[in-house]
């Protein structure tokens, strides 16, 4: 049994870490496209180039609230996988990872 629950508990660790570099990569892309669209209004470029780049920059930010959800989720079944963990698995390397993401990832979204 105890190995099913470390079995679990890495699958969930690596969704949580999925999501979370997903994330990451999301808002960075958002800065990305935020600062190329400024650039081409600065630069006077052509209206329908800069309107293309402004569909861009909305689809990025769309992404962002989704991925934001499917983090919270998959923190919340990682936080429940390591509520039930065993006191005997306590000390495991993966059972202290996770927690050291739960944190992590509380961190990331809190400050967004």
């Known amino acids: 049994m105890a190995s099913q629950e470390l079995k679990t508990l890495k699958i969930r660790i690596g969704v949580c870490k999925r999501l979370l570099k997903e994330l990451q990569s999301y808002e960075s892309e958002v800065e990305r496209e935020t600062a190329k669209t400024q650039k081409m209004k600065?630069?006077?470029?052509?209206?329908?180039?800069?309107?293309?780049?402004?569909?861009?920059?909305?689809?990025?930010?769309?992404?962002?609230?989704?991925?934001?959800?499917?983090?919270?989720?998959?923190?919340?079944?990682?936080?429940?996988?390591?509520?039930?963990?065993?006191?005997?698995?306590?000390?495991?390397?993966?059972?202290?990872?996770?927690?050291?993401?739960?944190?992590?990832?509380?961190s990331v979204l809190e400050v967004a």
Do not use: Y
């Open 42 to 106: 600065d630069n006077n470029a052509d209206a329908h180039d800069i309107k293309q780049q402004e569909n861009v920059l909305s689809e990025s930010k769309m992404m962002i609230p989704d991925c934001r959800k499917r983090l919270e989720t998959a923190l919340a079944q990682l936080e429940t996988s390591l509520a039930s963990i065993n006191e005997d698995l306590e000390k495991e390397e993966d059972v202290t990872a996770a927690r050291q993401l739960v944190t992590n990832a509380q």
